[in-house]
């Protein structure tokens, strides 16, 4: 393994200068996807007709002294209209969010100071389950209820449903009424019943300024200009396919996948760059594909991804809880791109680890194959970038599934062709943008190949990073955006 790796590469300024630059490009282009993520989910659902928010009748998990001070009818639940005159924060979470958590330690860090308010309306805190459907009330009980646990919540927490949603024709769906589409997903709502501040992530940009500031304003009674109505979620076929759309927006900018798209640019541009050196080696022939045909390719990856996802989760939801071992998916890609990174980054050849190369030949090629086919390694992409996102794809994708198919064959295949249109219209787009400029920056940076090589190596390993640190760490890339 030692022959085929330069580790006198290390020594290089090049190497160096490259690694500055990468650093310089992740920030950017993930700054730039998380803001996108949080305007996106800052619009969504939210109407300029102010209404109440939707009463609900919901199980809570019935501890005394927490949950059993707000029981609605002395059987264990609360109901939303019964906390009039208070400021409730409701939030909605899972277990195997991750991004739920963050949420949840901004709660633990602040419930004493939000209960210490002495406003007229004092805060409430209710958190409540999500996802309904893949978790049970048992494991929700054991994980945020047991005093041992490291999720134990010490404010009220209850369970969803499909049925709790107080109207007129009887049970509504929780999240199809609250228009919830992706968690977190968590709301203040002041004494009278109207949402006055709405939050979709663990780390917002203004370090969670504008959600405390109206907590603190509808504890006075001064948050009647911050109100907002919420939408019932539209399940006509336009309104899903609609709603589709804007899942695939959400799962394209994702926390979970900023990482791996500043490495995914960085590798397309490479290739334009380094056509001729290709090109002279025998190993490419024809023309290097278009930026569009590279983010068709690019789509189409991320399209066998979520079919396969699919797949799995309707298709043998009986025999396994996916669900729980999504978070465990993220953490082996993030790995792996770490150490294929690192392996690029010395000149790794496709002599180490043989036999599974020799797998993953059949698939993917290499610089050392004989020929070299960018439209397969731009499908590969896709995949690898949907997988490496496939922890905050579930908040979003997984709920929706179990949605449309409560309402009919029509509404699953309509949601999901607007799934599938978003995400392969952003790659294309993204894609062609880059493309548009790639010439101008090619013939300035052409002169810096092996700045380039090992900067596109440097982003690889970020990517992975990145990754690990928001699955394993999330505390630190919070506090690194904030």
């Avoid at 109440?52 to 609605?72: M, S, W, Y």
């Avoid at 780390?203 to 006075?220: C, G, M, Q, T, V």
């Avoid at 989760?313 to 996916?322: A, H, Q, R, Y």
């Avoid at 013939?443 to 810096?448: N, Q, S, W």
């Amino acid at each position: 393994m030692e022959s085929n790796l330069d580790f006198e590469v290390l020594k290089e300024k090049d190497t160096w200068n490259a690694f500055v630059i990468a650093i310089a490009l992740f920030c950017i282009i993930g700054y730039s996807s998380l803001t996108l993520f949080d305007f996106s989910t800052s619009i969504y659902g939210v109407t300029d007709e102010i209404n109440e928010t939707p009463d609900f009748i919901a199980p809570t998990l019935n501890r005394t002294g927490i949950d059993d001070v707000v029981d609605f009818d002395d059987s264990g639940t609360v109901k939303l209209s019964h906390l009039r005159g208070n400021t409730v924060v409701l939030d909605f979470m899972a277990i195997d969010c991750s991004n739920c958590h963050l949420v949840q330690k901004h709660i633990e860090q602040n419930l004493d100071n939000w209960q210490n308010l002495e406003g007229d309306y004092p805060v409430i805190v209710v958190s409540i389950a999500s996802w309904y459907d893949l978790e049970s009330f048992e494991s929700i009980n054991s994980t945020f209820g047991n005093n041992d646990s490291d999720k134990y919540m010490r404010w009220i927490v209850a369970n969803g449903g499909t049925d709790i949603i107080l109207t007129d024709e009887g049970g509504g769906d929780l999240l199809e009424y609250y228009n919830v589409i992706n968690i977190p997903h968590v709301l203040v709502i002041d004494h009278e019943g109207y949402a006055v501040a709405k939050e979709n992530t663990g780390f917002p940009l203004d370090k969670w300024e504008s959600f405390d500031s109206a907590i603190e304003k509808a504890n006075r009674g001064e948050a009647n200009d911050l109100r907002f109505g919420i939408s019932k979620t539209d399940d006509s076929t336009l309104g899903v396919l609609i709603i589709g759309v804007i899942i695939g927006i959400l799962v394209y900018f994702s926390p979970c996948a900023f990482p791996i798209l500043p490495s995914y640019i960085t590798y397309y541009l490479s290739l334009g760059m380094r056509e001729d050196e290709l090109r002279e080696a025998g190993k490419i022939k024809g023309k290097i594909p278009n930026s569009f045909e590279v983010g068709f390719f690019a789509a189409l990856g991320q399209l066998t991804f979520f079919t396969v996802i699919g797949i799995l989760l309707f298709g043998l939801s009986e025999i396994f809880n996916f669900s729980e071992i999504l978070s465990e998916i993220s953490v082996i890609i993030s790995i792996i791109l770490i150490l294929f990174g690192v392996l690029m980054l010395l000149g790794w050849t496709s002599h180490i680890l043989l036999g599974i190369q020799n797998k993953i030949g059949k698939y993917q090629n290499t610089e050392e194959d004989e020929k070299f086919t960018p439209r397969r390694n731009m499908y590969i992409w896709g995949i690898g970038y949907s997988a490496a996102s496939v922890d905050c794809t579930a908040a979003a994708v997984f709920p929706f599934m179990a949605w449309l198919i409560t309402i009919s064959d029509r509404a699953v295949f309509s949601g999901m062709l607007g799934l599938v249109l978003s995400v392969t219209s952003l790659m294309i787009i993204v894609t062609v943008l880059v493309g548009s400029g790639r010439q101008a920056i090619i013939k300035v940076l052409r002169k810096y190949t092996r700045i380039v090589k090992a900067t596109g190596s440097w982003m690889m390993i970020f990517a992975g990073l990145g990754l690990l640190i928001y699955l394993t760490q999330p505390d630190i890339i919070a506090s690194a955006i904030n």
